[in-house]
């Protein structure tokens, strides 16, 4: 079945640091990626997307890009914020009709002034 | 973008009582929705699928009678946790499917927070 395996936090970073949490997928066919992103004693948001290979998803400085041929998802800043501070959740979707979301366990960033 | 609101966002109870949880699709009719709970070291578990007009799929694992689901229109959801007790305090979380979009995006309510004493 499908499966999601992000980088295991949590990660601590000062502000301006540069920023990778790896995720990896595995999927029997064409998913579409994501990450999303849980503030604290929130819901989770959509951060950015891909449906296709080499598809960049890009919102809010962060970028990551569908790897079909290493079947990787890699969330990246290039300059973390202390608003950052949140937890990263990389996500996909098999496709077929019911549309589930299969997530990975989630990275806890905390980002210090 | 859609919106998806879950109400209560907190709730309190007693041991041995019921509480339901509603989610709500404010901008699109959801046919799908889906209910998780999330651990603590934020782990997220799919519970159960909810489908309207139609019985909830559950998770295996999932108990159906004490995690009732009620799917009753295209914009609502409820999960009632019947005689809850401590173990079933928890992060429950709510998605919808939004059929006008096809990138299999979900859109996520803000979470609902039980504690029960």
């Known amino acids: 079945g499908d499966s999601v395996t992000q980088m295991e936090g949590p990660v601590t970073l000062s502000e301006e640091a540069f920023l990778t949490i790896n995720c990896t997928y595995t999927?029997?066919?064409?998913?579409?990626l994501f990450w999303y992103v849980q503030y604290p004693g929130e819901g989770l948001q959509l951060l950015l997307k891909?449906?296709?290979?080499?598809d960049k998803g890009s919102n809010k400085g962060f970028e990551a890009t569908y790897r079909k041929e290493t079947t990787s998802f890699h969330l990246e800043k290039g300059s973390v914020q202390v608003s950052d501070s949140a937890v990263y959740f990389c996500?996909?979707?098999?496709?077929?009709?019911?549309?589930?979301?299969?997530f990975g366990k989630g990275t806890l960033l905390t980002v210090n002034p | 973008g859609a919106v998806v609101s879950q109400h209560p966002s907190r709730v309190i109870c007693k041991s041995g009582t019921s509480v339901k949880i509603e989610c709500r699709s404010l901008?699109?009719?959801?046919?799908?929705m889906f209910w998780y709970r999330q651990f603590p070291k934020q782990s997220l578990m799919l519970m159960a699928t909810?489908?309207?007009?139609?019985?909830?799929?559950?998770e295996q694992g999932v108990e159906k009678d004490k995690f009732l689901i009620n799917h009753a229109s295209l914009t609502l959801s409820t999960l009632t946790v019947t005689s809850a007790h401590p173990e079933d305090s928890s992060f429950y979380i709510c998605?919808?499917?939004?059929?006008?979009?096809?990138?299999?995006?979900?859109?996520f309510g803000e979470g609902s927070r039980l504690t029960v004493l």
């Open positions: 998605s919808a499917r939004n059929p006008g979009q096809n990138t299999g995006e979900l859109f």
């Open positions: 999927a029997t066919g064409y998913p579409s």
């Open positions: 891909a449906t296709k290979a080499d």
């Open positions: 996500a996909l979707n098999g496709g077929g009709s019911n549309y589930k979301l299969t």
């Open positions: 901008d699109f009719q959801a046919t799908t």
């Open positions: 909810s489908n309207e007009g139609s019985k909830a799929t559950y």
